[in-house]
């Protein structure tokens, strides 16, 4: 199955105190790690939505970057905004702060969606959490439930989960989906980029 990727870039980053985005972690900003986890997976394409267009575009893995149509509504505007990019009907939102993370995630994602033609999104659930931006969704099925959702108020993607048919995917590594929202994160990640293998407390 042919797929898009997309990585959610727009956000504040009002815990970290700077743009998540664009940090680097053993050399490598956070965006670019998760670029090429999309690329190595297969992905045709790598998009990210928001932020800093003219810097995110020249990072490796990276080939569009695109603004996100409703800034400051929410992920569910950044996957609204991805699908309308995408070049196919399948597309892995991830976010852009994941720095574990490896292609074994979106392949896993994309695969759960070929086994169930009537699903509408493929999320990670790990250790019984949903990982809302960790999915992959089909958007023939999903966009006319999301759009809807959105225009009615809803900013929260698992909030139509329920409506698409959603699959829970439960194989993913909770290294995968483990995020780096605070400064002491950063140090964390700095110290040993491999140690953390869970989701942080807070994390979405």
């Keep these: 199955m042919s797929f898009t990727g997309a990585i959610l870039t727009g956000g504040a980053s009002t815990r970290m105190g700077q743009d998540?985005?664009?940090?680097?972690?053993?050399?490598s900003e956070m965006t670019s790690i998760v670029a090429v986890a999309l690329v190595e997976a297969g992905a045709?394409?790598?998009?990210?939505?928001?932020?800093?267009?003219?810097?995110?575009?020249?990072?490796?893995?990276?080939n569009r970057s695109v603004p996100d149509d409703d800034p400051g509504e929410g992920p569910l505007a950044g996957i609204l905004t991805a699908m309308r990019y995408a070049i196919d009907d399948v597309i892995v939102v991830l976010a852009c702060d994941t720095p574990a993370i490896t292609s074994a995630a979106p392949l896993a994602l994309v695969a759960a969606l070929l086994t169930e033609p009537a699903a509408g999104v493929a999320y990670?659930?790990?250790?019984?959490?949903v990982q809302p931006l960790t999915a992959a969704w089909r958007i023939s099925r999903s966009?006319?439930?999301?759009?809807?959702?959105?225009?009615?108020?809803?900013?929260?993607?698992?909030?139509?989960?329920t409506s698409l048919d959603g699959v829970a995917v439960k194989d993913v590594l909770a290294s995968a989906?483990?995020?780096?929202?605070?400064?002491?994160?950063?140090?964390?990640?700095a110290a040993d980029p491999l140690r953390s293998s869970t989701p942080n407390e807070d994390s979405r």
């Design 143 to 161: 966009w006319e439930v999301v759009s809807k959702a959105f225009a009615e108020g809803e900013r929260a993607p698992r909030a139509v989960f």
């Design 124 to 129: 990670a659930e790990v250790e019984g959490r």
């Design 20 to 27: 998540k985005a664009l940090l680097a972690i053993a050399g």
């Design 44 to 62: 045709r394409e790598v998009l990210t939505v928001g932020g800093d267009l003219a810097a995110l575009s020249c990072l490796s893995g990276v």
């Design 177 to 189: 989906v483990d995020d780096v929202d605070h400064p002491s994160d950063l140090r964390r990640y």
